[in-house]
T-cell receptor, first 117, second 115 residues
Framework: AQTVTQSQPEMSVQEAETVTLSCTYD???????LFWYKQPPSRQMILVIR??????QNATENRFSVNFQKAAKSFSLKISDSQLGDTAMYFCAFMKQGDSGTYKYIFGTGTRLKVLA | NAGVMQNPRHLVRRRGQEARLRCSPM?????VYWYRQLPEEGLKFMVY????????ESGMPKERFSAEFPKEGPSILRIQQVVRGDSAAYFCASSPDRGPRYGYTFGSGTRLTVV
């Protein structure tokens, strides 16, 4: 079974600095998808960034980038120039197609990030 | 585009009552997924529906839980005879197709509290 591990329950970073959130996963599949979601106190799940496993190039979205190491099964999220609005819970998620044809997320337990003024 | 709409946002039920959670997918999305988030945990898959069909309910508890997505109207997640362990945030997501090309769009969830 696939698992997703986020080993940092809580982190903090000074405004304007850079922070990296770690995520590792376990799978025997070769084709899958990885995501980072942000969940602010409003509870809304917001897609931050997405990576397809067959693409070697690391995905980037403005201040957000990933370091995807397929062999190591690692998918860390780097947030540059941190802003107060980045304060949220961050979830790493793995997705693949199951036997039934359904694409399902498997989420990690999350990292609570606090950006300090 | 209003996004995925879930209501109510908060729901309080006494043990033994029924809870009905509603989800209206994004316009043009015909695939709906329900996930449950227990306190301090990530979201866990419950069920996947298309209009009038349950495609995959492998994550649904065997008893008391049911879901539907009728031809007209929102998708409904129904929990009968609620117990304290059902207290959680329930999220609905939708997508225009079956694949993960863009990820799924989530609603803001319904927080169910059983007292």
């Amino acid at each position: 079974a696939q698992t997703v591990t986020q080993s940092q329950p809580e982190m903090s970073v000074q405004e304007a600095e850079t922070v990296t959130l770690s995520c590792t996963y376990d799978t025997s599949e070769s084709n899958y998808y990885l995501f980072w979601y942000k969940q602010p106190p409003s509870r809304q799940m917001i897609l931050v960034i997405r990576q397809e496993a067959y693409k070697q190039q690391n995905a980037t979205e403005n201040r957000f980038s990933v370091n995807f190491q397929k062999a190591a099964k690692s998918f860390s999220l780097k947030i540059s120039d941190s802003q107060l609005g980045d304060t949220a819970m961050y979830f790493c998620a793995f997705m693949k197609q199951g036997d039934s044809g359904t694409y399902k997320y498997i989420f990690g337990t999350g990292t609570r990030l606090k950006v300090l003024a | 585009n209003a996004g995925v709409m879930q209501n109510p946002r908060h729901l309080v039920r006494r043990r033994g009552q029924e809870a009905r959670l509603r989800c209206s997918p994004m316009k043009g999305h015909s695939h709906v997924y329900w996930y449950r988030q227990l306190p301090e945990e990530g979201l866990k898959f419950m069920v996947y529906l298309q209009k009038e069909n349950i495609i995959d309910e492998s994550g649904m508890p065997k008893e008391r839980f049911s879901a539907e997505f009728p031809k007209e109207g929102p998708s409904i997640l129904r929990i009968q005879q609620v117990v304290r362990g059902d207290s959680a945030a329930y999220f609905c997501a939708s997508s225009p197709d079956r694949g993960p090309r863009y990820g799924y769009t989530f609603g803001s969830g319904t927080r169910l509290t059983v007292v």
